[in-house]
């Protein structure tokens, strides 16, 4: 059974870290390319941050970069999100995605609010 859990959201001030985890299993995770998105409140789901391998080069949305930090360790099968100097902008529900075709993967998200 495929599972990709994700933990870390919760409540921070702005300009404070969180360290999302999405912690995989029944698939092949060092295979797949993994990603995370979010989705604000009433708006559609992007695209955050992707890494096609342990020791690539990551990708991010222009709105995070500088700020956000994805990583993997594909011994634990899970994928990070280090997210530094957040703003109340970055308040979403994030996912996490494994995609290797055709199959693509989500979990159920984690809630981040970034409030005062």
């Known amino acids: 059974q495929v599972q990709l859990v994700e933990s870390g959201g919760g409540l921070v001030q702005p300009g404070g870290s969180l360290r999302l985890s999405c912690a995989a299993s029944?698939?092949?995770?060092?295979?797949?390319?993994m990603s995370w998105y979010r989705q604000a409140s009433g708006k559609e789901r992007e695209f955050v941050a992707v890494?096609?391998?342990?020791?690539?080069?990551?990708t991010y949305a222009d709105s995070v970069k500088g700020r956000f930090t994805i990583s993997r360790d594909n011994t634990k099968k899970t994928l990070y999100l280090q997210m530094n100097s957040l703003k109340p902008e970055d308040t979403a529900v994030y996912f996490c995605?494994?995609?290797?075709?055709?199959?693509?993967?989500w979990g159920q998200g984690t809630q981040v609010t970034v409030s005062s």
């Open positions: 029944g698939f092949t995770f060092s295979s797949y390319v």
């Open positions: 995605k494994a995609v290797s075709w055709p199959n693509n993967y």
């Open positions: 890494l096609l391998s342990a020791d690539g080069e990551p």
